[in-house]
């Protein structure tokens, strides 16, 4: 279309509007149906409020279905998305985010829909799931069926998902487990603001993102680390070395954190020339990584030198049943994002091992 065409287009529709190319949707919905073949993923439509449902026989040509935030657009799905599929003689996929349902909503769901993505565990145990809140002493991953020991009792299943995550790891010096929230911090997003306009350290260069979200809040950073260039993400390389209020101590280490009832400052040790100095400051940030919690489970499963357990995309580990999911496994980038996708495989793998697959 032309400026001029464009522009009687915007004094003849109403506000808001959606404009659809449906041969560049057509293009874009090929090039995702190759991405399906050569994975073997499964790619669905994120509905919207308005679900352009005259689109649907479209793109049940190429996807695999929908997700739905609400009723409604369940409905759609298994009603405008399946004929096409169907047609293909393919099964619909209708997933749904579970909001606080009536009652008397649940059949209608249970029928439109073949996974519930719930937003708490109340909403899970409505449809019959059973929580238990443990702590697990002793798992047995290789028995028929599995075992798990926890300070509940015994509980028994023929599939387990490990799900226990990652913590910062602690940088090891006198006092640190004591001055935690009292100036010693591990996340600049959660922390950051307490220190506007104040002096931070921040401690190890793996994750530079914290240091320059700190210095956006506070009037001084800091940087130490132990070698001379940084190892973090290289798009934050510039920006950081930019900023007038951060300064870089290479080939330093802290050996002391300087308090009296709050952290007052850090010393630092020059690793090749063994002197020492003293930093004055308002907090600290440690970055030095994160440790997985798979103590409980590396003697049974395969772990990598960080103690991750491995585990493809398909979060399938070396044993069969046993599932691992979100920080606790191996995987290039660990955010939200990728720990719900691996849920979701998770939840995959284990109906088929059940069903009788590998």
Sequence with gaps: MTEAEWADMERLLPTPCYVVDEALIEENLKILKGVMDRTGARILLAQKAFSMYALYPLIGEYLCGATASGLYEARLCAEEMAKPLRA?????????????????????????????????????????????????????????????????????????????????????????????????????????????????????????????????????????????????????????????????????????????????????????????????CDGVFISVGRKPASDLVKDQLEVDRGGYIIADETTKTAIPGVYAVGDVRTKPLRQIATAIADGAAAVHMAEEYLAGGA
């Design 88 to 280: 293909r003689g393919r099964k619909v996929e209708n997933h749904i985010f579970s909001p606080a349902y009536k009652e008397a909503e649940f059949r209608e769901i249970l029928r439109c829909c073949d996974h519930i993505v719930f937003n708490s565990w109340k909403q899970a145990e409505r449809f019959g799931a059973k929580s238990e809140y443990a702590e697990v002493s002793r798992l047995n991953l290789r028995a028929d069926p599995k075992v798990l020991e926890t300070s509940e009792g015994t509980f028994y299943g023929k599939t387990v998902v490990l799900a226990s995550g990652a913590a910062p790891r602690e940088l090891g010096v006198a006092k640190e487990a004591e001055l935690a929230g009292r100036g010693v911090a591990y996340c600049a997003a959660c922390d950051g603001a307490f220190y506007r306009g104040k002096t931070v350290v921040v401690v190890g260069g793996g994750n530079s993102a914290d240091a320059l979200l700190l210095s956006r809040i506070a009037k001084n950073v800091i940087l130490v680390h132990r070698r001379d260039t940084l190892r973090a993400t290289r798009i934050y390389h510039q920006p950081l070395l930019s900023r007038e209020n951060v300064e870089f101590r290479w080939n330093s280490t802290v050996t002391e954190l300087l308090h009296h009832d709050h952290l007052t400052g850090v010393r630092l040790r020059d690793m090749i020339t063994g002197a020492e100095s003293t930093v004055e």
